[in-house]
């Protein structure tokens, strides 16, 4: 088995800046977030901002987030007289970081044209990059403006944990990249460069695209080609700046699992992909666990007796408990079988398991006993 | 793409699963794929061939039964007894892009240039919910393809994206209409959307009773509602069966009890039995609150035991029975 996660350890290390939680869907990244973010605060008194995308709606009305905030607020009702901690909350609105970024690098007149394009609003909202993009802008933005002591960033619900590392290159990729030069301007490009054959079937392509969805569409696309044309380099130059803070020694990431197959396949995944790409994974919290409390007594044995009560007749409700503690165990064995295969391919990496909870987390006071737990 | 037919609509139906497109949703790490194939597999009984449709790459399906990832081809997984079968595709939209330009222009080679280039990353991912009527617009396809006069397949199953995103992918129309107001985008997804508006899709929603799948449930059913998309069943999966029905043991019942049934009696074990039991009673009793608030839905609901031994393929003919129950 891997060595325990110290969580308390980043926490409390001044050069740990910013604490990522990644993860599949589901497995409670944003409660696992907002729960370290918590900690660092109230134990560690270090000044805290968590990011985070989406919260459950009670838990984000226990961080004081009961509106969609791209602004940090900050956490009252925490418990940080002894440290001088402070906690900060922000939510990730993806269209609102959007839009600053489009008003930081263009006129005011630009900005506008872009902002009424339809291909924006398309992609300042649904793109399916976009998320991940801006997650990592708003992380590069919280960043330089250097007035925390640590960033905690949850991760969006992406279809694959990878797409927070290759969205934001994907979408910095079309933002800058030859495809929308040659949409701009097919004719510039010529027929002479080396690119003859992809031109000449971007020619096709232009044609298909006009006949398929229409001059209308295209006139708009271009519009907004040339709106951004003044931002082009920008957006990949952000997207590596921010990968390197991701590489930086003052990067945790912090792997979040529930111990599921699925769940389990992503983080070793991911786990692979941060190695490769060398970013520092600090370890993995295994959420929502189950351990039987009465040790000593085994699933089968508990079944057999659970039975022989009910051929007895006697104390049906302790035949009951029986099969509840039976079952408890089976799930526990079930778990750990599913986190070994994280932990066997992955013997380096330190883990903590969080037990799971008899209800989900929503106000600080759950929050904190996680947090507990994760230390 | 392919036109339905008539004359298949009289083919047998299984039970109170009458639509012919079913998609499944639910929130993430609620069991969806294992849902879906469960009822592939269901549908599938009686000589009857189903297929399997996953749309978002994740290689769910190759994965749940242990197959090497699916390429975009229909392809049989299992066999089910009586003669029928399931096939899975796993569509990726660029494919089904490039499919849809060669079907209508004959684009070949110049296609696969474009791919080079990114065009075709471009059209599937910035060109607001093209992405999705190619992906919609496939299992529409195979829903109502007929070869011979015949279905092609009796029943589709979509494994769709998670409750979250469900409204945006199922509303092709409201996507496309702000993409192109003519041409064969719009004569498409306005088929799509047609299909997906009849008596002939149901959605159905799995869920977990715990809190946020069950939030999430209630809000995207108010959503396609809102669509005038058709739901279909809640499908509450994972449920376990309810003990201590008669109420909370008591340390010494549970002390009595060990010792008639010959188990160690100490003082540990009876206490963490006790501490076991009223965890359980009270993850239960929140349960029951969730049950209650799924119940005044007012819609079919079904619940779908805990597979002890995880899902092999004898827990999907598990969880099938209990579908087709």
Known sequence: MSADLDVDAILADPDSRIIVCCGAGGVGKTTTAAAVALRAAERHGRRTVVLTIDPAKRLAQSLGLSELDNTPRQVKGIDTEATGGELHAMMLDMKRTFDDVVLAHTDPQRAQEIFANPFYAAMSSTFSGTQEYMAMEKLGQLRARDEWDLIVVDTPPSRSALDFLDAPARLARFLDGKMLRLLLAPAKTGGKSVFSLVTASFGIFSRVVQKVIGTQLLSELSGFVAALDSMFGGFRQRAEQTYRILQAKETSFLLVAAPEPDAIREAAYFAQRLRDDRMPLAGLVLNRMHSPVAAGLSAADSRAAAEALDASGESPIAADALRIHAALTEQSAREQRVAARFTDSFPTVPTVAVMAQPADVHDVDGLRSIGEALA | ?325
């Open chain 2, 1 to 325: 793409m392919g036109g339905g037919s008539a004359r298949s609509r009289g083919e047998h139906v299984t039970g109170s699963w009458s639509a012919r497109l079913h998609v499944v949703t639910g929130k993430g790490g609620t069991g969806k794929t294992s849902v879906a194939a469960a009822l592939a597999l269901a549908l599938a009984r009686g000589g009857n061939r189903t297929l399997l449709v996953e749309v978002e790459g994740r290689q769910g399906i190759a994965q749940l039964f242990g197959l090497d990832p699916l390429p975009y081809e229909e392809r049989r997984i299992a066999t089910v007894p009586g003669g029928g079968e399931v096939r899975a595709l796993a569509v990726d939209a660029e494919a089904a892009l490039l499919e849809y330009l060669d079907m209508f222009y004959k684009l070949g080679a110049a296609g696969r240039a474009l791919r080079k280039v990114g065009a075709i990353d471009f059209a599937t991912t910035i060109a607001p919910g093209l992405r999705d009527v190619l992906l919609t617009g496939k299992a529409k396809e195979a829903t109502t393809r007929s070869v011979n006069g015949r279905r092609a397949y009796h029943a589709v199953v979509l494994d769709a994206p998670p409750t979250g995103r469900i409204g945006r992918f199922l509303n092709v129309t409201a996507e496309t209409a702000r993409l192109a107001k003519m041409g064969p985008i719009k004569t498409q997804s306005d088929g799509v959307a047609a299909l997906l508006r009849s008596p002939m899709t149901a959605v159905h929603v799995v869920t977990l009773l715990e809190e946020m799948p069950v939030q999430e449930t209630l809000d995207a059913i108010v959503e396609l509602d809102q669509l005038g998309i058709p739901v279909g069943k809640v499908i509450v999966n994972n449920a376990r069966p309810p003990l201590l029905a008669d109420g909370k043991p008591t340390q010494a019942e549970l002390r009595r009890g060990l010792a008639a049934a010959g188990l160690p009696a100490d003082r540990a074990t009876v206490a963490g039995l006790h501490a076991e039991a009223k965890a359980y009673l009270a993850r239960r009793e929140l349960e029951d609150s969730l049950r209650a608030e799924l119940a005044e839905l007012d819609r079919p609901a079904i619940e779908l035991p805990q597979l002890p031994g995880g899902v092999t393929r004898e827990g999907l003919d598990v969880l099938a029975d209990t579908l087709l129950r």
